[in-house]
Nanobody, 122 residues
Framework: QVRLVETGGGLVQAGASLRVSCTAS??????IAWFRQTPEEEREFLAR????????YYGDAAKGRFTISRDHAKNTVDLEMNSLKPEDTAVYYC?????????????????WGQGTQVTVSS
């Protein structure tokens, strides 16, 4: 059974940086993505990384400010977020896909973490 655990959320001021991490166990997973969701919006794709080869892909909301990466030593997939804005406030989720190929859609992922809250104050 696959288990995903997010860590690293918190309260930061606008303009700050924050890193959230996803630890996955119970492999195999082919790719991991980060999404976020607010009470008012649908779950939004941010970025994904293939676990074979580390290729990355970003959604529009993440381009230019967010970076997804793997920390092989810690066995985590991290999302580094820079120049944070109040509108980045959301619950951030990591998701795992066991199927081949990749997806930017919620339905494309088989496993989800419990989410971590990121709050950006103005």
């Amino acid at each position: 059974q696959v288990r995903l655990v997010e860590t690293g959320g918190g309260l930061v001021q606008a303009g700050a940086s924050l890193r959230v991490s996803c630890t996955a166990s119970g492999l195999p997973i082919n790719s991991i993505a980060w999404f976020r969701q607010t009470p008012e919006e649908e779950r939004e794709f941010l970025a994904r990384i293939r676990l074979s080869g580390d290729s990355q892909y970003y959604g529009d909301a993440a381009k230019g400010r967010f970076t997804i990466s793997r920390d092989h030593a810690k066995n985590t997939v991290d999302l580094e977020m820079n120049s944070l804005k109040p509108e980045d406030t959301a619950v951030y989720y990591c998701a795992g896909r066991s199927r081949l190929g990749t997806s930017v859609f919620r339905e494309g992922y088989d496993y989800w973490g419990q989410g971590t809250q990121v709050t950006v104050s103005s």
